[in-house]
């Protein structure tokens, strides 16, 4: 009975050191042998011997491309506006030593490393250049923390803005800005077109006033010259005032006849003497 059970435990045991002796490192990944708490080794891919607890696996460390999400944070612009942003950011282990023992946790080293260079970054540029320059952006997070990463023994290969947003305060201030502006804009236009109506109407009215005035210009040098042919056509001076003055008479009392505001006109009982009387005093 006692020999049952120490061949089993011994059996156990044999399978254990068996298992801690006999490594198979799969595809994809590279594995950091410690012996007595010290770095020895690293295996590569395949099946490896190692010695049994004095040998031990420390670190199973994956070569493949990683995918890092970097979390969503606010960042300040050169003029004071709050973004959120984020990215990812794809990386290769080159160096697996450097990688488990130059940094504590190289996918936490990589995210914060991101993170502070891109709040560096986009603190140094104006809100429309920082939502309008992802690519800019992008190269500048890139140049700045890939030789960080190397010392870390890894290679950066890309680094990619996923978003970059106002916060929500920032949103709702910028939308009534919006508004206020294009608010401003329609009372520009609507002022502009005021004042180009006021000008077609104010040109309007001097070219009227000018072609009135051109109108009795023409109508003064026929009256001019009607008078003119008249005295030339009947000697007696005063004939052709009397002609005129009752030529200007039938056409008031025409116009006054066709209008529809009622007036009362005073005029002289004996107009052909009036005018014969001023005609008189003109002669002398």
Same mark, same amino acid.
């Given at each position: 009975?006692?020999?049952?059970?120490?061949?089993?435990?011994?059996?156990?045991?044999?399978?254990?050191?068996?298992?801690?002796?006999?490594?198979?490192?799969?595809?994809?990944?590279?594995?950091?042998?410690?012996?007595?708490?010290?770095?020895?080794?690293?295996? *590569?891919?395949?099946?490896?011997?190692?010695?049994?607890?004095?040998?031990?696996?420390?670190?199973?460390?994956?070569?493949?491309?990683?995918?890092?999400?970097?979390?969503?944070?606010?960042?300040?612009?050169?003029?004071?506006?709050?973004?959120?942003?984020?990215?990812?950011?794809?990386?290769?282990?080159?160096?697996?030593?450097?990688?488990?023992?130059?940094?504590?946790?190289?996918?936490?080293?990589?995210?914060?490393?991101?993170?502070?260079?891109?709040?560096?970054?986009?603190?140094?540029?104006?809100?429309?250049?920082?939502?309008?320059?992802?690519?800019?952006?992008?190269?500048?997070?890139?140049?700045?923390?890939?030789?960080?990463?190397?010392?870390?023994?890894?290679?950066?290969?890309?680094?990619?803005?996923?978003?970059?947003?106002?916060?929500?305060?920032?949103?709702?201030?910028?939308?009534?800005?919006?508004?206020?502006?294009?608010?401003?804009?329609?009372?520009?236009?609507?002022?502009?077109?005021?004042?180009?109506?006021?000008?077609?109407?104010?040109?309007?009215?001097?070219?009227?006033?000018?072609?009135?005035?051109?109108?009795?210009?023409?109508?003064?040098?026929?009256?001019?010259?009607?008078?003119?042919?008249?005295? *030339?056509?009947?000697?007696?001076?005063?004939?052709?005032?009397?002609?005129?003055?009752?030529?200007?008479?039938?056409?008031?009392?025409?116009?006054?006849?066709?209008?529809?505001?009622?007036?009362?006109?005073?005029?002289?009982?004996?107009?052909?003497?009036?005018? *014969?009387?001023?005609?008189?005093?003109?002669?002398?």
């Amino acid at each position: 009975m006692e020999f049952t059970v120490l061949a089993f435990f011994f059996l156990i045991f044999v399978i254990v050191t068996v298992a801690k002796g006999v490594r198979i490192v799969p595809q994809g990944e590279e594995w950091v042998v410690e012996r007595l708490g010290k770095f020895f080794q690293t295996l *590569q891919p395949g099946l490896h011997i190692l010695i049994p607890y004095i040998d031990r696996v420390a670190y199973k460390v994956p070569t493949k491309d990683l995918i890092l999400d970097i979390p969503e944070q606010e960042v300040i612009t050169k003029d004071n506006a709050v973004l959120i942003t984020n990215a990812i950011a794809f990386i290769k282990i080159t160096n697996t030593e450097a990688a488990v023992y130059g940094v504590t946790s190289f996918k936490d080293a990589v995210m914060n490393l991101v993170q502070t260079s891109l709040r560096a970054i986009i603190g140094d540029m104006e809100l429309d250049a920082a939502l309008s320059s992802r690519d800019h952006i992008k190269a500048r997070l890139k140049e700045s923390i890939a030789d960080d990463v190397a010392d870390w023994g890894m290679t950066l290969k890309s680094v990619e803005i996923q978003d970059i947003k106002p916060s929500p305060t920032m949103q709702e201030s910028m939308e009534r800005q919006a508004a206020a502006e294009r608010e401003r804009k329609a009372k520009v236009t609507k002022a502009e077109g005021d004042k180009q109506s006021a000008i077609l109407e104010a040109e309007g009215r001097l070219e009227s006033a000018k072609r009135d005035a051109e109108a009795q210009i023409e109508l003064a040098k026929s009256a001019a010259q009607a008078i003119h042919m008249i005295a *030339q056509a009947i000697p007696d001076r005063e004939i052709p005032a009397y002609y005129l003055l009752g030529e200007k008479y039938i056409h008031a009392m025409k116009e006054m006849a066709s209008s529809s505001n009622g007036k009362t006109v005073v005029l002289p009982s004996d107009i052909i003497g009036a005018v *014969q009387g001023l005609i008189n005093r003109m002669g002398k």
